[in-house]
């Protein structure tokens, strides 16, 4: 660990002081409950294997549907997809889940289908079971050091090939109990708030280094951006970063990031950031007969439209959206020029 800058780790170390302060860590022997009083609230309770604990095939589940979206959002769709996607077509178990498996229509992203086909895949291929799985990872997790700190992350990682590992490092987290710190878009502002790297490995060595859980201190940096979650009553014309405001459920405006648009002769083309996987997404629309430009989804509901204005400094793309889980609302992207 003597190999970390002393100045970054002292800022890390301040940050996770103050929002501390403001929050408790949920330890690792707490998650079981909480998942499950979160997502059952004063609803009906989701059928649950066993009500005293959650299985590693609905851990999967459960994690690989966390989305971009606030946590009213996650719930309602995890609770939508649990009974007839998980209970029923797979059966409550990740093996099951096939290309032709029933069930995935509405699905926020269609990355989310291709992670349960993978993790299936994977588990039929060596013959095992989800929690046979998760044993393994919690035995090379034994291993971890300081050269290595994240083992059981990068062995899952590096099984499923992916890019985007948000909702693997939540898995491990809360279903392994291996070192990881999640970073999406909420651990995010809160980093680049204290001037703390987008490094998920890097901040667990940190974390290890000031003899704190990363696991508990990754949950406290989520809850501080959760529980104030930047809502905004009226947008701001005149931001100095590209950003795009939308309504979500009737609530306020929620605010992301945006990237300045390529403006074509018939296309206007911009990225979009996607915390599902923790990369900029890009989307292209085009300009059509009744004068709006227009993103439709191949393989769902998906669909944003509306025009394109521009003032001296910005421009500014105000529409509605269709997402293709079916949320919809308005989304103003706002451009500043150069």
């Known amino acids: 660990m003597t190999d970390l800058p002393a100045l970054l780790l002292a800022q890390f170390e301040r940050a996770a002081k103050e929002l501390s302060d403001g929050a408790t860590g949920l330890s690792d022997m707490a998650v079981d409950q909480d998942l499950r009083n979160w997502l059952d609230g004063e609803d009906e309770p989701l059928p649950w294997h066993d009500r005293g604990r959650v299985t590693a095939d609905e851990y999967f589940f459960v994690t690989t549907l966390y989305g971009n979206m606030n946590l009213e959002g996650q719930r309602t769709m995890i609770r939508k997809f649990f009974g007839p996607l998980f209970v029923e077509a797979a059966k409550r178990d990740i093996r099951n889940f096939r290309p032709d498996t029933p069930g995935y229509a509405g699905l926020r992203s269609s990355w989310m289908k291709d992670r349960l086909c993978t993790m299936a895949a994977i588990l039929r291929r060596r013959g095992c079971s989800m929690q046979e799985y998760v044993e393994g990872l919690r035995a090379l997790e034994r291993r971890a050091t300081s050269d290595n700190p994240t ?88 931001e100095s970063e590209p950003s795009v405001f939308y309504t979500w459920e009737g609530k306020s405006w929620l605010k992301e990031p945006s990237r300045n648009p390529i403006r074509q002769m018939d296309t206007l083309k911009f990225d979009v950031f996607d915390s599902d996987t923790e990369d900029w997404e890009p989307c292209t629309m085009t300009l059509e007969e009744d004068g709006l430009y227009h993103w439709r989804d191949s393989e769902g509901p998906g669909h944003w439209w509306g025009f394109l204005s521009e003032t001296r400094t910005h421009a500014y793309f105000t529409g509605n959206y269709i997402n293709p889980d079916g949320h919809q609302g308005v989304q103003i992207f706002v451009w500043p020029k150069a």
């Open 151 to 238: 083992p059981a992350l990068d062995k899952i990682v590096a099984d499923h090939g992916a890019t985007g590992v948000k909702t693997l490092s939540v898995f491990v987290r809360d279903c392994v109990g291996g070192n990881c710190f999640p970073i999406d878009l909420r651990v995010r502002r809160q980093l680049e708030k204290y001037n703390l790297p987008i490094d998920e490995r890097l901040l667990v060595r940190m974390s290890l280094a000031l003899a704190q859980n990363p696991r508990e201190l990754a949950r406290i940096f989520y809850q501080a951006e959760a529980e104030g979650m930047i809502l905004f009553d009226f947008i701001k014309l005149d």
